[in-house]
T-cell receptor, first 109, second 113 residues
Framework: RKEVEQDPGPFNVPEGATVAFNCTYS??????FFWYRQDCRKEPKLLMS???SGNEDGRFTAQLNRASQYISLLIRDSKLSDSATYLC??????????FGSGTKLNVKP | EAQVTQNPRYLITVTGKKLTVTCSQN?????MSWYRQDPGLGLRQIYY???????DKGDVPEGYKVSRKEKRNFPLILESPSPNQTSLYFC????????????FGSGTQLSVL
């Protein structure tokens, strides 16, 4: 079983739409959680960390549900520039990162 | 500028010819790691290092070697590359380890013929 699973998409949405991605993880001892953004074959970049209480950064909201072992990312008022692949990342043992295979988002005019 | 520098950006080689991909960071990070990215599989960790002279296997270490003789450098060595090592490789570093933001190099696209 994969450590982290994501719906690969693609999610095709119009500008201004709200879109949500989910990610599930298998190890209940996972300690830290992140969303990274990756543009086509470029290096991933941190979008936001995910905290137990949930957190927001502008149009982006991340939630963590430890009981059900999933993480979510909500993007409001989608922009064309949000088109990318979103990677869910979890860590455990303080030394290993586990990446989901990514969810592709296409925002269309 | 704070960055992770990875070279080369593209590399084409033949089976069995030893190669090294270099990775250097200028942020005094203790943690460095290597990943390969393949379609549908996401990024998978090859090796990581918590500090100088401390390295450990990730999930897919077979066919790779690393060394950490200096804090800033973490080269990836393929002693005898094979076609199944054709992939996009990323080096990354963070201040102290998992749980912190990873800074990535710009990637190396390796093709083994």
């Amino acid at each position: 079983r994969k450590e982290v699973e994501q719906d690969p998409g693609p999610f095709n949405v119009p500008e201004g739409a709200t879109v949500a991605f989910n990610c599930t993880y298998s190890n209940s001892a996972s300690q830290s959680f992140f969303w990274y953004r990756q543009d086509c074959r470029k290096e991933p970049k941190l979008l936001m960390s995910v905290y137990s209480s949930g957190n927001e950064d502008g149009r982006f909201t991340a939630q963590l549900n430890r009981a059900s072992q999933y993480i979510s990312l909500l993007i409001r008022d989608s922009k064309l520039s949000d088109s990318a692949t979103y990677l869910c990342v979890v860590t455990h043992n303080f030394n290993k990162f586990y990446f989901g295979s990514g969810t592709k988002l296409n925002v269309k005019p | 500028e704070a960055q992770v520098t990875q070279n080369p950006r593209y590399l084409i080689t033949v089976t069995g010819k030893k190669l090294t991909v270099t990775c250097s960071q200028n942020m005094n990070h203790e943690y460095m790691s290597w990943y390969r990215q393949d379609p549908g599989l996401g990024l998978r960790q090859i090796y990581y290092s918590m500090n100088v002279e401390v390295t450990d296997k990730g999930d897919v270490p077979e066919g790779y070697k690393v060394s950490r003789k200096e804090k800033r450098n973490f080269p990836l060595i393929l002693e005898s590359p094979s076609p199944n090592q054709t992939s996009l490789y990323f080096c990354a570093s963070s201040f102290q380890g998992a749980g912190e933001k990873l800074f990535f190099g710009s990637g190396t696209q390796l093709s083994v013929l």
